[in-house]
C-alpha cells in the first residue's frame, strides 16, 4: 500500500496568512494526488484534483503543486471559513490512501 | 444536483450485523465508480471499498475484507454495504462518495453527509 505523510499535523495561524501544507507519498504516484477539505462535523469537501487542478466552485486562494511524491497545498491567505482540516489521498492505485489530516486553527 | 444520502447506521453487539444503504441522485449513477470511506471518531479518513461502475472491479481494505461485502443496484440508483462480524475498531461515521475518471486522476468529488455505525456491547 502507499503511504500518505502530510505535515504538519496541526498548525495556528491568523486571517489573512499563507498556509503551506505538504503530503508525501511512499512511491511514485505521478500527479494522482487529491486534497479535501473536512470542517467540523462536514464531509469531506474535495478542493484539488490531480496536483494542481482547482475544482470548479473552489476559491482561487487554494492552489497545489507537485508530482511524483512530493506535492503541496497552499492556502494564499487565510480566511475564517478556511479553519478545518486538510486531508491529502493518492488515486494512483488502490487502496485509495489518505494522509492523517493537517488541523488548521486560529491563532 | 448531485445528491448522496447514506442510511442504515446505528448501534450494533460485537459480531453483529449492519447494512448501510446510499440513495443517488442528480447524475447517471450507473456511470461512476463509488466507494465507501470510513472515519472514526476523531481520527482521520480511512477508504473501505470500491465497487466499478458495472460491478466488474471490486476492491476492500485489510481491514474488512472477508468481512463487508459491497454491492450496488445501478436501475435504483443504490449502493450497499453488508457489514458482518463487525468489531469495536469498526466504529466510525460511514461516507459513501463517487469517484470521478478522468486522465487526470480519480477524485472523489461528490460525498454523502455520513452514517454512524456504533459497535458495542
Known amino acids: 500500500d502507499i503511504q500518505m505523510t502530510q505535515s504538519p499535523s496541526s498548525l495556528s495561524a491568523s486571517v489573512g496568512d499563507r498556509v503551506t501544507i505538504t503530503c508525501r507519498a511512499s512511491?511514485?504516484?505521478?500527479?494522482?494526488l487529491n486534497w479535501y477539505q473536512q470542517r467540523p462535523g462536514k464531509a469531506p469537501k474535495l478542493l484539488i484534483y490531480?496536483?494542481?487542478s482547482l475544482e470548479s466552485g473552489v476559491p482561487s486562494g487554494f492552489s497545489g503543486s507537485g508530482s511524483g511524491t512530493d506535492f503541496t497545498l497552499t492556502i494564499s491567505s487565510l480566511q475564517p471559513e478556511d479553519f478545518a482540516i486538510y486531508f491529502c489521498?493518492?488515486?494512483?492505485?488502490?487502496?485509495?490512501?489518505f494522509g492523517q489530516g493537517t488541523k488548521v486553527e486560529i491563532k | 444536483e448531485v445528491q448522496l444520502v447514506e442510511s442504515g447506521g446505528g448501534l450494533v453487539k460485537p459480531g453483529g450485523s449492519l447494512r448501510l444503504s446510499c440513495a443517488a441522485s442528480?447524475?447517471?449513477?450507473?456511470?461512476?465508480?463509488i466507494n465507501w470511506v470510513r472515519q472514526a471518531p476523531g481520527e482521520g479518513l480511512e477508504w473501505v471499498s470500491s465497487?466499478?461502475?458495472?460491478?466488474?472491479?471490486?476492491y476492500y481494505a485489510d481491514s474488512v475484507r472477508g468481512r463487508f461485502t459491497i454491492s450496488r443496484d445501478n436501475a435504483q440508483n443504490s449502493l450497499f454495504l453488508q457489514m458482518d462480524s463487525l468489531r469495536a475498531e469498526d466504529t466510525a461515521v460511514y461516507y459513501c462518495?463517487?469517484?470521478?475518471?478522468?486522465?487526470?486522476?480519480?477524485?472523489?468529488?461528490?460525498w454523502g453527509q455520513g452514517t454512524l455505525v456504533t459497535v458495542s456491547s
Open positions: 512511491q511514485n504516484i505521478r500527479n494522482y
Open positions: 489521498q493518492q488515486t494512483y492505485n488502490t487502496p485509495r490512501t
Open positions: 465497487i466499478s461502475s458495472s460491478t466488474n472491479y471490486i
Open positions: 490531480a496536483a494542481s
Open positions: 442528480g447524475f447517471t449513477f450507473g456511470a461512476f465508480t
Open positions: 462518495a463517487r469517484e470521478r475518471y478522468s486522465k487526470e486522476g480519480h477524485p472523489f468529488d461528490y
